[in-house]
């Protein structure tokens, strides 16, 4: 069965750099775009970024275009998030998601369970 | 990128239908046939309901669909159970990139 599972959370400071991983199985990675999605506590879900299945294009919104990075490495079954530059603004809930392919499309088909990123001095 | 418009809230008896809105631009979902749905229970990750504006994933009950007018989409829940209760979002395909809706929590009388 599909699983996604985020890690790399925490608390950070103000200006200082963090990077999530989400580790991918129970399909073939190297075939689906990913997402990342964030939810701030108490506020709805907000798009962040993707990349490409064999990660030679990313997008991002334009809230944290600049700051951060996403990448993925087939060979592991994972992707990232690199994350600088932080702002208080950026504490949220980090979902990571897998992009629909051809079954659904561009959709967000499954989900993980989130890691908290809390930026705070 | 501004949220797609939805009404924060709406409720129904079980039973009973309800359809909750969502209001984009012909920027996203006016230009896309690639509108979807989610829903989310507290403390729990979204789980998709609806893609491509009105098909099903396999093993969504079928009270649940869609529909698109121009740069509004709908989401309707028929014969509303207890377990329907629950945050909805939609979201759009905006070219290079994607937008949610402000979400609906729907309430179960």
């Known amino acids: 069965q599909v699983q996604l599972v985020e890690s790399g959370g925490g608390v950070v400071q103000p200006g200082r750099s963090l990077r999530l991983s989400c580790a991918a199985s129970?399909?073939?990675?190297?075939?689906?775009?990913m997402h990342w999605v964030r939810q701030a506590p108490g506020k709805g879900l907000e798009w962040v970024a993707v990349i490409s299945y064999d990660g030679s294009n990313q997008y991002y919104a334009d809230s944290v275009k600049g700051r951060f990075t996403i990448s993925r490495d087939n060979s592991k079954n994972s992707f990232y998030l690199q994350m600088n530059s932080l702002r208080d603004e950026d504490t949220a809930l980090f979902y990571c998601?897998?992009?629909?392919?051809?079954?659904?499309?561009?959709?967000?088909?499954?989900w993980g369970q989130g890691t908290l990123v809390t930026v705070s001095s | 990128q501004s949220a797609l418009t939805q009404p924060p809230s709406a409720s129904g008896s079980p039973g009973q239908s309800v359809t909750i809105s969502c209001t984009g631009t012909s920027s996203d979902v006016g230009s896309y046939k690639y509108v979807s749905w989610y829903q989310q229970h507290p403390g729990k990750a979204p789980k998709l309901m609806i893609f491509?504006?009105?098909k099903r994933p396999s093993g969504v009950p079928a009270r649940f669909s869609g529909s698109k007018s121009g740069n509004t989409a709908s989401l309707t829940v028929s014969g509303l159970q207890a377990e329907d209760e629950a945050d909805y979002y939609c979201s759009s395909y905006a070219g290079f990139s994607y937008v949610f809706g402000t979400g609906t929590k729907v309430t179960v009388l």
């Open positions: 129970g399909f073939t990675f190297s075939s689906y775009k």
């Open positions: 998601a897998r992009g629909g392919g051809a079954a659904a499309g561009r959709a967000f088909d499954y």
């Open positions: 491509e504006v009105s």
